[in-house]
């Protein structure tokens, strides 16, 4: 049995994964959320989201000890922990990844964050679930070969729905089965 292993890390992203246009839940919230950028700049962000989603991701960390990750464009001004966490009332905690000179990179859309889990990766190499509406899909090979070896879920979301019930059964297993390596 490892000693120590390091724990499961969830790198989440925002927009089209907890903020959805349409989550398919029965409850389901919105509102807007403030976010100041000092100097008298601000502004407010819709965020619409359905609490089932936060509430069973915030069980899932529980349960199998998973690290939060924040890596979404909502970390500018720590506003994932500082603002988006309190409006959700859940996913409190964790870390931010922001990486505000790839954002403006011409490599396309979601590079910053594939370059952030393979930096934190090879910094820390831990098993991960990366979920992320347009990233995933497109720097998931990326990221598949630079974390080789490393049990990983990579789960991409449809903007309008966000994370879906199919997607929290996914993120289940896959930490029972790493639950399961550690103890075997």
């Given at each position: 049995?490892?000693s ?7 790198y ?8 959805a246009d ?8 919105s509102?807007r959320?403030?976010?100041e950028?000092?100097?008298g ?9 359905a ?9 899932l ?6 690290e939060?990750?924040?890596l979404?464009t909502?970390n500018?001004?720590?506003a994932?922990?500082?603002?988006l966490?309190?409006?959700l009332?859940?996913?409190f ?5 922001m990486d ?5 990179s ?7 964050k594939?370059q952030?889990?393979i ?5 820390s190499?831990?098993?991960f ?34 994370i ?5 059964a ?6 029972a ?5 550690q103890?075997?």
């Open positions: 049995m490892p120590n292993p390091a724990p499961t890390r969830l989440l992203d925002v927009d089209g994964a907890i903020n349409e989550p398919p839940f029965s409850d389901v919230k509102t959320v403030q976010i950028y000092g100097g700049m601000m502004s407010r962000e819709p965020l619409t989201w609490p089932e989603v936060v509430t069973e991701l915030d069980a960390r529980e349960e199998f000890g998973v939060l990750v924040w979404s909502w500018e001004m720590h994932s922990m500082t603002r966490a309190p409006a009332g859940g996913l905690g964790g870390r931010a990844i505000a000179d790839a954002v403006s011409d490599r396309g859309r979601g590079w910053w594939a952030s889990i930096a934190d990766q090879e910094f190499p831990a098993p679930v990366w979920v992320d509406d347009e990233a995933v899909m497109a720097h998931g090979g990326m990221v598949d070969e630079a974390t080789a070896g490393t049990p990983s879920l990579k789960l991409t979301t449809v903007y309008e729905h966000g879906e019930r199919l997607h929290l996914q993120m289940r297993s896959f930490l089965e790493q639950t399961q390596r103890v075997a």
